[in-house]
Each structure stands twice: as structure tokens, then as C-alpha cells.
């Protein structure tokens, strides 16, 4: 069964204890935001979470930042955390914009696992609320039996993604930040270009929640994409700066039932720290 791509905080704490239950705390800063992600898990976090090192679960093969792992090393990572085919995930990180919570959610989902949800709101939310929280470090779970087989359908090559904004076959949303995608600002990873690739259309992805760190309502989103050009009956593959927050595009097209989109994993940080491949600006 499908789960849906959302969760609330009640809904949440109402399943607490459930022995099918894997609750992961996805958080993940970039390195000039001085937050430790690891550290926080430790100083509070939801009851009986678990901390989701994206770092730990990403191909250490590459130099490009947060590529997907082969199955057999995710599937490592996820029998680590207990999880198995019957394991009913929830993801959340600390961003309050679903920075990398989404992330998850999407490899979870790449890898052929469908009982994986994003709490909505996340951690901001949760404590917000003031729902319980314990700190230090989890019990070790009993290893799952999680078994991972990638869904090619589900991730774009730097070929494919040539190919599409060659051909325009498919709809390129990028999740950054408006002045790094018109190459106005600078972007954080040094040798990169300003700049987007050729016809892309920008959705920057905390734009796609509100004040509280929830997914905007359908109508708003809706009304967000079609204000950036975006047709939701057509295909989309998103792209950010390193495959991350790009997810959170991806989930918002799962809340409001389009067709599913794809991610370019390798994002800006492939694609224009190359010198053969186009770059747009202004």
C-alpha cells in the first residue's frame, strides 16, 4: 500500500510505539549555517528516533556531494536502522523547509520502499506544539531485512538530462534560491557557474511551505506552480544545487497527485562544474 507523502505531528504521536514504526530524523545543514545536525539529534529529538546520516548513505565513489549509493550500500544503512519491507517510515529534519527530510523520503521511494511518509512541519513543528522530545542516543534496533532495488524511472543522468534540455522533453524545476538561479549570487560550493540550465523554471523550495514549516495548502501550491510556468500533467525532473533540497519539489508533486517527477542527482554541482554543458542567466 501507498502511504501518503505527508504526515501530521497528532497523527504522528498517536503512532509512537507502534513496533512497525520507524521514525528517522534526516537533518542536514550545509557547513556556513554553523549547525551540527548530529549534535542536535543528541540534544533532543522525537521519542524512539533515530538519526539518518545523509552523508553516511550517499556514494562515496564520487566527488559530486549526496549522489545515490549503490542498492546494496543503502540497503546496508537501512537494515542498520531496522527497517524492513513492513516498516512504516517517517522522516523529518530540523530545516524547517524540508531541506533534506525529502531527501530521504525520495530514496526510500527510489529504492522501491512505499511505507515512507515526511512529517509535516518537521521538528520545528513538533516542538512548537511542545510534543515530547528525549535526548541522547537511541537504543540499537534488531537489523531489518530491508531489501533495496532502484527504480531507474525515479533519477536523470547528466546524458539524459543533455538530452532534455536539448529536446525540452521534460519540464526542469529548479528548487534554489531566485538569485542563484538567475546568477545573481554566487554559488556556496567554490568552481561552480552562476546561472541555470537552458529553459529551466524556478520553484525555490522553501517557497513550498508556510510560516510553520508545513507544505502550503493544495490550492497555494498549485497556484505556485502554475505561477512559475509548470504544467502538472506533463513530466518534471528537479534539480537544486547537490540532489537535496530539489526532493522537496518532488514531494510536493506527490501531495498534489501529479505524475511523478524525477531528480537530476546530479545536480548544479555536475552540471556546471563542467565546461561543455549551457548555462542561462539573468
Known amino acids: 500500500m501507498s502511504f501518503p507523502p505527508l504526515i501530521g505531528t497528532a ?3 498517536a503512532r509512537l510505539g507502534n513496533p512497525a514504526l520507524i521514525v528517522l530524523d534526516a537533518s ?3 557547513p556556513d549555517t554553523g549547525r551540527d545536525a548530529r549534535v542536535e539529534f543528541s540534544e533532543g529529538h522525537i521519542p524512539g528516533a533515530q538519526f539518518f546520516d545523509l552523508d553516511l548513505a550517499s ?14 550500500e543503502f540497503e546496508s544503512v537501512a537494515r542498520g536502522l531496522g527497517i524492513s519491507a513492513e516498516s512504516e517510515i517517517v522522516v523529518y529534519d530540523g530545516s524547517g523547509v524540508n531541506l533534506s527530510a525529502a531527501r ?15 512529517l509535516d512541519g518537521g521538528l520545528g513543528a513538533w516542538r512548537a506544539e511542545q510534543r515530547p522530545l528525549e535526548a541522547g542516543e537511541p537504543m ?9 532495488v532502484l527504480r531507474a524511472s525515479c533519477v536523470r543522468s547528466l546524458d539524459e538530462m543533455a538530452t532534455i534540455v536539448a529536446s525540452g522533453s521534460a519540464q ?4 534554489r534560491p531566485e538569485g ?30 508556510d510560516a510553520t514549516g508545513r507544505m ?23 534539480t537544486c544545487g547537490s540532489g537535496t533540497s530539489a526532493c522537496a519539489v518532488l514531494l510536493a508533486l506527490e501531495v498534489l497527485g501529479a505524475p511523478a517527477g524525477a531528480l537530476y542527482d546530479g545536480a548544479w554541482t555536475e552540471w556546471a562544474g563542467r565546461d561543455d554543458t549551457p548555462v542561462e542567466v539573468g
Open 216 to 238: 502550503l495548502g493544495a490550492v497555494s501550491l498549485r497556484e505556485r506552480f502554475r505561477g512559475a510556468g509548470v504544467d502538472l500533467t506533463a513530466p518534471v525532473v528537479a
Open 172 to 175: 526542469v524545476v529548479d528548487a
Open 59 to 72: 556514494d562515496h565513489a564520487t566527488a559530486l556531494p549526496h549522489m545515490l549509493p549503490i542498492a546494496a
Open 28 to 30: 542536514w545543514y550545509l
Open 180 to 209: 542563484r538561479f538567475h546568477g545573481r549570487d554566487p554559488e556556496p560550493r567554490p568552481g561552480l557557474r552562476s546561472g541555470r540550465m537552458p529553459g529551466a523554471l524556478s520553484i525555490p523550495y522553501a517557497e513550498l511551505v
Open 104 to 118: 530521504v523520503w525520495w530514496m526510500f521511494r527510489a529504492f522501491g520502499h512505499e511505507r515512507v511518509s515526511v
Open 11 to 13: 497523527a504522528l504521536q
Open 140 to 148: 540499537p534496533r534488531v537489523p531489518g531485512t530491508f531489501h533495496a
